[in-house]
């Protein structure tokens, strides 16, 4: 299993920017997709989490970003997306994203920075 990230850049205090994450190969079953996020010197820590039964898509977002971010997946498209909105400084950090099939599979990281 291979995924792709995209979609991080450099963005001012306030603005917003979507993350999305592919993920291709042996893909059977995937029941958990998520992104963590690693700044300088922190360790690495959970953005949010999706999770699906039948038809229903299931949440869980940080503290820290709940109202201001929101998680989905295609699951037809096997990828998994972050809208992020109102972006504060602290979010600066690279993104993970994640899935869960069996294991877990990691991306290699998107780079997003919020300026002042």
């Known amino acids: 299993v291979q995924l792709v990230e995209s979609g991080g850049g450099l963005v001012q205090a306030g603005g917003s920017l979507r993350l999305s994450c592919a993920a291709s190969?042996?893909?059977?079953?995937?029941?958990?997709m998520g992104w963590y996020r690693q700044a300088p010197g922190k360790q690495r820590e959970l953005v949010a989490t999706?999770?699906?039964?039948?038809?229903?898509?299931?949440?869980n977002y940080a503290d820290s970003v709940k109202g201001r971010f929101t998680i989905s997946r295609d699951n037809a498209k096997n990828t998994v997306y972050l809208q992020m909105n109102s972006l504060k400084p602290e979010d600066t950090a690279v993104y993970y994203c994640?899935?869960?099939?069996?294991?877990?599979?990691w991306g290699q990281g998107t780079q997003v920075t919020v300026s002042s």
């Open positions: 190969g042996t893909i059977l079953s995937i029941s958990a």
């Open positions: 994640v899935i869960t099939q069996g294991s877990d599979y």
């Open positions: 999706i999770t699906s039964a039948g038809s229903t898509n299931y949440a």
